[in-house]
């Protein structure tokens, strides 16, 4: 039973566009939200994180909307990038314990 | 440099063989993960120690064995591997409790196995 819905499973962006990925959970004792970036090769990389308090986090092109009533939460990715190309994994955990993962978005930026 | 460490980074077996991959961390973390990556980029915790006790154990079969002979090593140990086994494995550690942003899961750089 996945506890983290993520969509869609492939996004295809031109540079400059902006990315949004979508997540949903379903247990409500979640209160850590990140999202990992994952690049051929290697292990998915903590991007950025928000915690059930706060509606929006940015940090730099990277933003976490978050909408707790709605149990949703979504990652975007301003002036898209060829180098933001990778799979992007949202997550949620309780007190950063037994970490659950969304199914993936493979993001590719177009030149 | 810090960070978590395991090998090998690839692994080519037979079936019926049994096989270990190592994991290791020097950030300090007292909690470390195993999780499986399918071909379809799907990430499953398999499982999980808390200073050399464990404390998430999915439903996994039996002959997937974690160690841990401290909490900075956690080993595992895979009996009479299956075609089914063929995945990329990756390790993890993270600070048990939260309470700082900046926590999170570091992950190591994957084991791609490939049983044939």
């Known amino acids: 039973q996945q506890q983290v819905k993520q969509s869609p499973q492939s996004l295809i962006v031109q540079k400059g566009g902006i990315s949004i990925i979508n997540c949903a959970y379903e247990?409500?004792?979640?209160?850590?939200f990140p999202w990992y970036q994952q690049f051929p090769g290697k292990g998915p990389a903590l991007l950025i994180a928000?915690?059930?308090?706060?509606s929006e986090k940015k940090e730099g092109r990277f933003t976490i909307s978050f909408n707790k009533s709605a149990k949703q939460f979504s990652l975007h990715i301003m002036d898209s990038q060829p180098g933001d190309s990778a799979t992007y994994f949202c997550?949620?955990?309780?007190?950063?314990?037994?970490?659950?993962f969304g199914a993936g978005t493979r993001l590719t930026v177009k030149p | 440099d810090t960070a978590v460490s395991q090998t090998p980074k690839y692994l080519v077996t037979q079936m019926g063989n049994d096989k270990s991959i190592k994991c290791e961390q020097n950030?300090?973390?007292?909690?470390m993960y195993w999780y499986k990556q399918d071909s379809k980029k799907f990430l499953k915790i398999m499982f999980s120690?808390?200073?050399?006790?464990?404390?998430i154990n999915e439903t996994v079969p039996n002959r997937f064995s974690p160690k841990s002979p401290d909490k900075a090593h956690l080993n595992l140990h895979i009996n009479s591997l299956e075609l089914g086994d063929s995945a990329v494995y990756f390790c993890?550690?993270?600070?048990?409790?939260?309470?700082?942003?900046?926590?999170?899961?570091?992950f190591g750089s994957g084991t791609r196995l490939t049983v044939v």
């Open positions: 928000i915690r059930p308090d706060v």
């Open positions: 997550a949620a955990s309780i007190n950063n314990n037994d970490m659950r």
């Open positions: 993890a550690s993270s600070r048990r409790t939260g309470g700082s942003m900046g926590y999170g899961y570091t």
């Open positions: 950030l300090g973390h007292d909690t």
């Open positions: 120690y808390n200073n050399k006790e464990l404390i």
């Open positions: 247990n409500t004792a979640f209160d850590y």
